[in-house]
């Protein structure tokens, strides 16, 4: 006999957010990485300007992904959960790439 499983959509879009948030981690923490090992051969030296530009930019992502796991936790439809969450995500990666720019352009 052929088990019947029942699963729940809102778990599921939940579980995919969690997904969402670990693969921006990991992308944050990835160009802070490279940034480490290349970024001294790219411009010559490396600055505490580009390091300080990486960390704030990691930590936008961090914050992001934070909210983004609360809000789809207290969301109660599958639109809001997906929505909001990926949403959040999205804008976090977004700004804090935008700031991180910001940051080394100045510093150029």
């Known amino acids: 006999m052929a088990d019947k499983r029942t699963f729940s959509q809102p778990g599921t879009a939940r579980a995919l957010v ?5 693969l921006a ?3 944050a923490v990835l160009v802070f990485l490279l940034v480490l090992v290349f970024g001294e051969a790219l411009v010559g030296r490396l600055t505490g ?7 704030v ?3 936008f992502v961090l914050v992001s992904a934070i909210v983004a796991n ?3 936790i207290r969301s109660t439809s599958l639109r809001g959960i997906v929505g909001v969450g990926c949403g959040t995500l999205l804008a976090g990666f977004v ?3 935008g700031a991180c720019l910001l940051l080394i352009s100045r510093a150029a």
């Open 57 to 59: 930019f990691a930590g």
């Open 25 to 27: 981690l990991a992308g």
């Open 95 to 97: 700004v804090g790439l």
């Open 18 to 22: 969690l997904l969402a948030s670990a």
């Open 70 to 72: 609360l809000l789809a």
């Open 49 to 55: 300007t580009v390091l300080a530009a990486t960390a």
